[in-house]
C-alpha cells in the first residue's frame, strides 16, 4: 500500500492568512493526487485533483501542487468558512489511500 | 445533478453481518470509466478506503478488509452494495458512498461527490 503522509496535523491560523498544508507519498504517483474538504459532521468535499486541477465551483483561493511524492494543498486568504479537516488521498494504485488529515482551526 | 444516499442499520450487532446500500442518481453505472466506492470514518478518525466498483464490474477492495467485503452493483436500480461480515466494536465508524469519476486527460478515475454517509455502530 501506498502510505499518504500529511503534516501538520492540526494548524491554527487567522482569517486572512495564506496556509500551506503538505501531504507526502511513501512512492511516486506521478500527480494522482487529490485534496478533499470536511467540515465537522458532514461529508467530504472535493476541491482538487490531479494535484492541481480545481473541481467546478471551488473558489480560486484553492491551489494545489506537485507531482512524484510529495504535494501541497495552499489556501491563499483564509477565510471563516475554511476552517475544516483538510485530507489528501492517492488514486495512482489500489488501495486509494488518505492521509491522516490536517485541521485547520482559528486562532 | 450527480447525488448519493447511503442505507442500512445504524446498530449491528457483533459478529453480524452489515449490508449497505448506495442509491444514486445523476448517472449511470453503464456508463464507461464511471466507479462508486465505499470510503468509512470512525469516529474522529480519518477516512479509511474500502472498496470501489466500476461500470465494467473490475472489483477492488482494501487488501486489510479484503476477506470480509463484497461490493456489488444492480445497474438497473442505480445502487452499489457493500456488504461486511464478521462486524466488530472497531468497525463502528460512518460510511460513505462516492462517485468516481474518470478523467479522459489522465486516464485514472476519482472521487468527486460524496453521499452524506450513514452512521453504523456495532454493539452488543
Known amino acids: 500500500d501506498i502510505q499518504m503522509t500529511q503534516s501538520p496535523s492540526s494548524l491554527s491560523a487567522s482569517v486572512g492568512d495564506r496556509v500551506t498544508i503538505t501531504c507526502r507519498a511513501s512512492q511516486g504517483i506521478s500527480n494522482y493526487l487529490a485534496w478533499f474538504q470536511q467540515k465537522p459532521g458532514k461529508a467530504p468535499k472535493s476541491l482538487i485533483y490531479a494535484a492541481s486541477s480545481l473541481q467546478s465551483g471551488v473558489p480560486s483561493k484553492f491551489s494545489g501542487s506537485g507531482s512524484g511524492t510529495d504535494f501541497t494543498l495552499t489556501i491563499s486568504s483564509l477565510q471563516p468558512e475554511d476552517f475544516a479537516t483538510y485530507y489528501c488521498?492517492?488514486?495512482?494504485?489500489?488501495?486509494?489511500?488518505f492521509g491522516g488529515g490536517t485541521k485547520v482551526e482559528i486562532k | 445533478q450527480i447525488t448519493l444516499k447511503e442505507s442500512g442499520p445504524t446498530l449491528v450487532k457483533p459478529t453480524q453481518t452489515l449490508t449497505l446500500t448506495c442509491t444514486f442518481s445523476?448517472?449511470?453505472?453503464?456508463?464507461?470509466?464511471?466507479?462508486v466506492g465505499w470510503i468509512r470514518q470512525p469516529p474522529g478518525e480519518a477516512l479509511e478506503w474500502l472498496a470501489l466498483i466500476y461500470w465494467d464490474s473490475d472489483e477492488h477492495y482494501s487488501p486489510s478488509l479484503k476477506s470480509r467485503l463484497t461490493i456489488t452493483k444492480d445497474t438497473s436500480k442505480n445502487q452499489v452494495v457493500l456488504t461486511v461480515t464478521n462486524m466488530d466494536p472497531v468497525d463502528s465508524a460512518t460510511y460513505y458512498c462516492?462517485?468516481?469519476?474518470?478523467?479522459?486527460?489522465?486516464?485514472?478515475?476519482?472521487?468527486?461527490?460524496w453521499g452524506q454517509g450513514t452512521m453504523v455502530t456495532v454493539s452488543s
Open positions: 445523476g448517472f449511470s453505472l453503464s456508463t464507461g470509466g464511471v466507479g
Open positions: 462516492a462517485h468516481s469519476t474518470y478523467y479522459y486527460g489522465s486516464g485514472m478515475d476519482a472521487f468527486d461527490i
Open positions: 488521498q492517492q488514486y495512482n494504485s489500489y488501495p486509494r489511500t
